[in-house]
């Protein structure tokens, strides 16, 4: 019986886990500046309410290629970033 509830706690955390990275909030913002060679890009950005983040101009890195090559200078996006190692990061546009 433990190791059914164990199960079933381990599947609903694993669950909730997965909902909440398909759940990130996209942002709306304005390609600033790209930078292909050091993999950053600088946004001007509205509130990034998953980070508790006002609207500002910042850099962001991009560890994704795809994503990077996506870019343009000029170009309105809306993104999803989080913190990775510590580091502002860019981990979805559309």
């Given at each position: 019986m433990k190791t059914l509830i164990k199960l079933t706690l381990a599947s609903?955390?694993?669950?909730g886990s997965a909902y909440g990275a398909?759940?990130?909030e996209f942002t709306k913002g304005t390609v600033k500046k790209v930078d292909a060679k050091a993999k950053k890009?600088?946004?001007i950005h509205e509130e990034l309410k998953d980070l508790e983040m006002p609207a500002m101009t910042m850099v962001f890195r991009v560890q994704d290629d795809a994503i990077m090559e996506k870019l343009k200078e000029g170009a309105n996006i809306e993104f999803t970033a989080e913190r990775i190692n510590g580091k502002l990061t860019v981990t979805e546009i559309k």
């Open positions: 609903a955390l694993a669950l398909l759940a990130a890009v600088t946004l």
